[in-house]
């Protein structure tokens, strides 16, 4: 069960301030927005589509990319959802990304970390750009239309 907290933040307040408690599982689950730094990401998929990314770069150039999404345990940032903008972010020399950071106990046992630990990926370095292939998604979308 998630227990949401009510909608009563001042729209003036400081997001990285606003901090969250929910329970998922029976596990203390802190919530919060702030920028992470972009090394310090442990990704969980190794691959991002370059037409995709070149989307990104121009989104992000404009100011238009939502916060990525990452799970904090202990030291380790584990990014879940933005592996495009991370990369785009980082071959245009941005050190720092807007993050939704869901905080969680370290003695709490990940299965992103299993996933991780058996693709031995450890950093931002070991996602491999596909230059020769459409994004899966893209390629559905045209066939449609």
């Not at 929910?22 to 802190?30: D, E, I, L, M, P």
């Not at 380790?76 to 969680?104: N, P, Q, S, T």
């Not at 950093?123 to 559905?140: F, R």
């Amino acid at each position: 069960m998630i227990r949401r907290p009510p909608r009563s933040t001042p729209s003036n307040s400081s997001a990285a301030s606003d901090v969250y408690k929910r329970q998922v599982h029976n596990t203390k689950v802190n919530s919060y927005i702030d920028f992470v730094d972009v090394d310090k990401l442990i990704p969980t998929q190794t691959k991002v589509y370059a037409d995709e990314l070149r989307g990104r770069i121009y989104e992000i150039k404009r100011g238009l990319a939502e916060p990525i999404v990452v799970i904090k345990k202990g030291k380790k940032f584990y990014l879940i959802d933005g592996h495009h903008r991370v990369v785009a972010v980082k071959k245009l020399g941005v050190r720092k990304l807007k993050a939704y950071i869901l905080e969680v106990p370290e003695n709490v046992e990940l299965g992103i970390e299993k996933l991780v630990k058996k693709k031995n990926i450890k950093s931002i370095k070991d996602i491999e750009v596909i230059e020769d292939v459409p994004h899966p998604l893209v390629e559905i979308t045209f066939k449609r239309y």
